[in-house]
């Protein structure tokens, strides 16, 4: 796959997306499975095969006479670079074409430097990476970055903590140096596509809410992100929260949810109360450590949150909210404020299933959800079909 890969037979890759699920299947069985004419369907897994998309995957039980061969989606035809760039750090990682993690790693990095610094620095890590992994096909390259984002051009729109990066050409940027596609989003978004890929895949309905230094929300409806008419749906952090209308957000106006209930605001108040709560982790570090008054205002703020998505699930409805962000580590304080308003606010109805939990892909949602959309993009029926060498 990749460069090599030109115009080819169609259909094949909606054959392809029958076998995504790592299950070995027979021609007869793909034949039965699809109702196509059993050469049909044997030269579009030749085809797949050629291109090693698939694998031979041993023999099926006889029922009678030599065993069938079965064949299987091979998650080893490429590789995938993610990158999740918060506003302090940088993930970075190299996957297989099923999303699974090869090699990682994280490292401080302020956005503030600039797209061309971090960019460079990015592109330098996913080398070493790749050199680390052994491999050389990269199918694409995806990216967070913590802002709007035009999905459409890849170009971050007004981001309020990213000097120098509004407008800026990030996928013509990478792909000067890698081939394949590259493709970006808001980090938000991307949390969402990898916890609802990895955890949730049968959820159509789902809410990622990443609370850190600033507080965003990524929504799956109907099993797809949905990004609003300029990309910025889920701008949760904000909405205006009740009765803070003297407090200045960073991002010009009053009152904003962030500006009471993210990470630093938080601190700021077990400082004022006499606690070393120097920066975020410092915070959790209290919460972990059974500190009172960290506890409490972790569950305030998750009671402020809360105000705010019990609107949100009256709005869409999800049957799974999900916590996650650097806050989730102080899970059960965050998680207990959250709960206690959204369900005594919301309709029963809306609530009677929801379940209200914690990431359980952690520090890996965001480059989890950048492979994802790569893969969403290379590995869709068009694409593999115009790609497929003969």
């Known amino acids: 796959m990749g460069e090599s890969m030109i115009t080819g037979g169609a259909g094949a890759g909606v054959l392809l997306q029958l076998m995504r699920d790592g299950r070995p299947r027979t021609r ?4 039965q499975l699809t109702g196509l004419a059993r050469s049909t369907v ?5 085809l797949l095969l050629h291109n ?5 995957a041993g023999e099926a039980v006889s029922t009678g006479g030599r065993p069938p061969a079965t064949f299987a989606f091979n998650p080893s035809a490429g590789v995938v670079l993610a990158a999740d760039l918060g506003a302090t750090h940088a993930t970075v990682a190299v996957t297989d074409l099923a999303a699974t993690v090869l090699a990682e790693r994280v ?4 956005i503030t430097l600039g797209p061309r610094a971090v960019l460079d620095r990015m592109l330098q890590i996913g080398a070493e990476l790749l050199a680390e992994t052994g491999r050389t096909t990269v199918v694409g390259t995806g990216i967070g970055l913590p802002g709007p984002v035009e999905h459409s051009t890849g170009r971050p ?3 309020p903590i990213m000097p120098g990066w509004d407008g800026y050409d990030v996928p013509g940027h990478v792909a000067a140096v890698m081939g394949g596609p590259v493709l970006v989003d808001n980090d938000v978004n991307l949390m969402a ?8 895949p ?4 789902l809410l990622f809410v990443k609370i850190a230094t600033g507080i965003g929300a990524g929504i799956i409806n109907g099993g797809v992100l949905h990004r609003g008419a300029q990309g910025v749906a889920g701008d949760l952090g904000h909405v205006q929260a009740m009765g803070s209308h003297e407090v200045a957000c960073r991002c010009g106006n009053l009152g904003c949810l962030e500006a009471v209930a993210a ?3 938080i601190a700021a108040r077990v400082r004022d109360a006499g606690g070393d709560a120097a920066d975020v982790g410092a915070l959790i570090d209290l919460v972990r450590a059974g500190d009172v008054v960290a506890a409490n205002e972790v569950r305030a703020a998750g009671r402020r949150i809360g105000e705010v998505l019990a609107s949100c699930v009256s709005l869409l409805n999800p049957s799974v909210v999900v916590i996650g962000g650097q806050l989730a580590n102080a899970a059960e304080s965050l998680l207990a404020g959250v709960r206690e308003v959204v369900y005594a606010r919301s309709l029963p109805l809306a609530t009677g299933s929801l379940q209200i939990v914690s990431a359980r892909t952690g520090g890996q949602a965001g480059v989890l959800g950048a492979a994802t959309m790569v893969l969403q993009h290379v590995l869709s029926p068009s694409e593999v079909d115009a790609r497929l060498v003969g």
């Not at 007869?28 to 034949?31: I, K, Q, Y």
């Not at 044997?42 to 030749?46: E, N």
């Open 157 to 159: 729109n007004n981001p």
């Open 263 to 265: 990470g630093p605001a």
């Open 193 to 200: 596509l990898g916890e609802h890929a990895v955890v949730y």
């Open 107 to 110: 490292e401080s990095m302020e």
């Open 52 to 56: 090693g998309l698939l694998a031979p």
């Open 202 to 205: 049968d959820v159509d309905h």
């Open 28 to 31: 007869a069985e793909l034949t």
């Open 42 to 46: 044997g030269a579009r897994v030749d």
